[in-house]
């Protein structure tokens, strides 16, 4: 395994992990991804539990134009960072995936200082599959879709939580097989691999812009929504449909 020079981008190399593989913790996640992360799983945690309410359809629609900020943004941090975070330092063939994935069920598993083959196609598809809901979502909402797509949006955003499921799976299973804590790795950045392969800048400052972007979308979506009237149904993009009343 390869180690990185300052400021290039770390090997994404893989090596069985034995007795003699001597891995410490190094910093593998910057800020940008880190904040990412948790703001895509609260924003899609949001956007699937208001899916079926009336009342609380802004938070719905938020979390989910939310969701498609965060999407553009890592796309273009995947294009623009150095280090781990970068597509082209750990998205692999399908054919890496599945030698990683038959190495989880031997002795020897390949271990990854980033995210490994299987793990990369699927947070490629979960980008894929979250700009597909929201941009369905989007034009359901704004009456946009053929009759023929009107469950688009639904069956997207199914078909998103079911690869949200296969994930989760994939990272308890890296989890017990590497005798490492993954959730635990994108809340500290911590993960282990071979000295120099850690990233040397955190870019925290763009992961606090990133935060804030959110929150004051929010923040936006919020205070610019008219005040409810009668049942108090949450208002969609500050417009509402009113019952015709006679009087």
Known sequence: MTT???GAAPAEASAPETHETVLAPVKVWDWP???FHWLAVACFAGAWLT?????????HISCGYTLAG??????VWGLLDTGH?????????????????????????LHYTGHNPAGALAIVALLGLIALTVGLGWATETERLPGWLDEGHELAANALMALVVVHLVGVAVGSLRHRENL???MLTGLKRGLPGEGIRRQHGWLGALVL????????WQWHSAPVSTGQ????VGGERDHDNDDD
């Open 4 to 6: 990185m020079n300052p």
């Open 183 to 185: 959730p635990r790795a």
């Open 51 to 59: 899916a079926e309410s009336e009342r609380l359809h802004l938070i």
């Open 85 to 109: 975070a970068r597509f082209a330092n750990f998205v692999r063939s399908p054919a890496a995936a599945w030698r990683y994935v038959t190495s989880l069920l031997g002795d020897r598993p």
């Open 232 to 235: 108090g149904a949450a208002l």
């Open 212 to 219: 804030i972007c959110a929150l004051g979308f929010w923040a």
């Open 70 to 75: 965060l999407v553009a943004f890592r796309v």
């Open 33 to 35: 991804v880190r904040v």
